[in-house]
């Protein structure tokens, strides 16, 4: 299992986990989800709900990832399996993405 702390505009709005390679869980912060004045991660994870499950990695999130030529030259340099998607998310998107969601990796015992 791995996880990830989702931060969006440096503030903790949930956490992404990745139970195995078919089975992935988004839940909302509790502080974050029960502030309205904080908007939802995204349009496709609405905060009308606490918990999301997914048999894939959630869209929102996959398109974080880079594509083409600079997935193949991160996921040799990072020596991460160009399909591992949440590990390419665990390795590029800490800083520097684009918008206001970052993540942090999580360690899990």
Do not use: W
């Not at 989702?6 to 502030?35: M, P, S, V």
């Not at 991660?41 to 030529?69: A, C, D, H, I, R």
């Not at 949440?86 to 206001?100: K, Y």
């Amino acid at each position: 299992m791995r996880a990830l702390e989702i931060y969006q505009n440096g503030t903790l709005a949930g956490i992404l986990t990745e139970q195995n390679h078919k089975h992935f869980i988004f839940r909302y912060d509790n502080n974050f989800f029960n502030d309205a004045s904080k908007p939802a991660v995204s349009l496709t994870l609405p905060k009308k709900q606490k918990e999301y499950t997914s048999e894939f990695l959630f869209p929102f999130f996959f398109n974080m990832l880079s594509e083409g030529v600079n997935r193949k030259l991160q996921s040799i340099q990072l020596k991460i399996d160009e399909e591992d998607h949440f590990g390419l998310l665990m390795a590029t998107a800490q800083c520097d993405t684009i918008g206001a969601v970052t993540v942090k990796p999580i360690k899990v015992e």
